[in-house]
């Protein structure tokens, strides 16, 4: 069962940061290579259970906070008795932009697609006190709606993001390439967003960033670790789970066609590719792409 617990959205009506609450079934499950164009925190209400990177299996118990920087692999292989319950919060890392100044935007950038080879996915309830407070905190702004909660919100998950760099070891080591089109590539993530059911040409995102095609398409996979066309694919597969999780009367193909995609063989294949399941399958079971 997945519950939205609340969201942050673009004036496009999308979502900008999401939180929800998601239960799992007790059992194995397959590793999938599960990632996403977002920034992840996840906090362990209650169950056991065991999550898998390309790195290592952490256990999971009660209070413990996962961590995963954007397009990291991560999923859950095992859930034990009693299933588990599970607050996801999400969040594009153009969020972190959108009120800093040039001279950090790249640091933030830096911060949420890469982090020091140290640093553990999992930290553990007895470690994670200020972390579980912040979200705690985010959880409540977003629940209630006051005055200014979205002020709020950002201001907590800085005090969770400073706290993962003062105290879990989370500083990058990679260098971002510097260029003064940095503010540009930002407005290239509101174009593809609000022009995924289009043609995207590479020369018309180029243009938009002020750089050549070749430097750009360069310079888009060193910021994001991945190439422009998997990730435009990722947005893609990411609007079509959105829209399979709450719109059932829509056919495959008509999904298929509002996310960018031609036919339905294309976008099964690129779903499957991607979630090592058929759209059919997961609209059957949404849980079984939470991991």
């Given at each position: 069962m997945i519950k939205t617990l609340g969201e942050l959205l673009l004036e496009n009506g999308k979502p900008l940061l999401k939180m929800w609450n998601v239960s799992v079934d007790e059992g194995k499950r397959q590793y999938v290579h599960h990632q996403h164009t977002r920034f992840e925190l996840t906090v362990v209400e209650s169950g056991h259970g065991e999550y898998t990177t390309q790195k290592a299996t952490y256990p999971m118990n009660p209070g413990d906070v996962f961590v995963f920087s954007s397009n990291e692999v991560h999923s859950i292989t095992r859930v034990f008795e009693g299933g588990l319950s599970l607050t996801n919060l999400h969040f594009e890392p153009r969020y972190l932009n959108s009120t800093n100044s040039e001279e950090h935007i790249e640091n933030y950038i830096n911060f949420c697609f890469f982090h020091s080879s140290d640093f553990e996915n999992r930290i553990p309830a007895e470690k994670a006190t200020n972390i579980l407070e912040n979200f705690q905190k985010i959880k409540t702004e977003l629940k209630n709606n006051?005055?200014?909660?979205?002020?709020?919100?950002?201001?907590?998950?800085?005090?969770?993001?400073?706290?993962?760099?003062?105290?879990?070891?989370?500083?990058?080591?990679?260098?971002?390439?510097?260029?003064?089109?940095?503010?540009?590539?930002?407005?290239?993530?509101?174009?593809?967003?609000?022009?995924?059911?289009?043609?995207?040409?590479?020369?018309?995102?180029?243009?938009?960033?002020?750089?050549?095609?070749?430097?750009?398409?360069?310079?888009?996979?060193?910021?994001?670790?991945?190439?422009?066309?998997?990730?435009?694919?990722?947005?893609?597969?990411?609007?079509?789970?959105?829209?399979?999780?709450?719109?059932?009367?829509?056919?495959?193909?008509?999904?298929?066609?509002?996310?960018?995609?031609?036919?339905?063989?294309?976008?099964?294949?690129?779903?499957?590719?991607?979630?090592?399941?058929?759209?059919?399958?997961?609209?059957?079971?949404?849980?079984?792409?939470?991991?």
């Open positions: 006051d005055i200014e909660y979205p002020v709020a919100v950002k201001a907590h998950l800085n005090l969770i993001l400073i706290d993962l760099l003062r105290n879990h070891n989370y500083s990058s080591t990679a260098v971002l390439e510097k260029t003064d089109s940095i503010f540009n590539i930002m407005n290239v993530y509101d174009y593809i967003d609000e022009h995924l059911c289009e043609e995207i040409t590479l020369n018309d995102l180029a243009s938009i960033a002020g750089l050549s095609p070749n430097y750009f398409s360069h310079l888009f996979k060193k910021n994001n670790g991945i190439s422009l066309w998997d990730y435009i694919t990722a947005k893609r597969i990411e609007k079509a789970i959105n829209i399979l999780q709450h719109n059932r009367e829509l056919t495959i193909l008509e999904i298929a066609l509002e996310c960018g995609f031609n036919n339905t063989t294309n976008f099964n294949k690129a779903f499957k590719k991607q979630k090592c399941l058929t759209p059919s399958e997961y609209r059957k079971n949404p849980t079984l792409l939470y991991h």
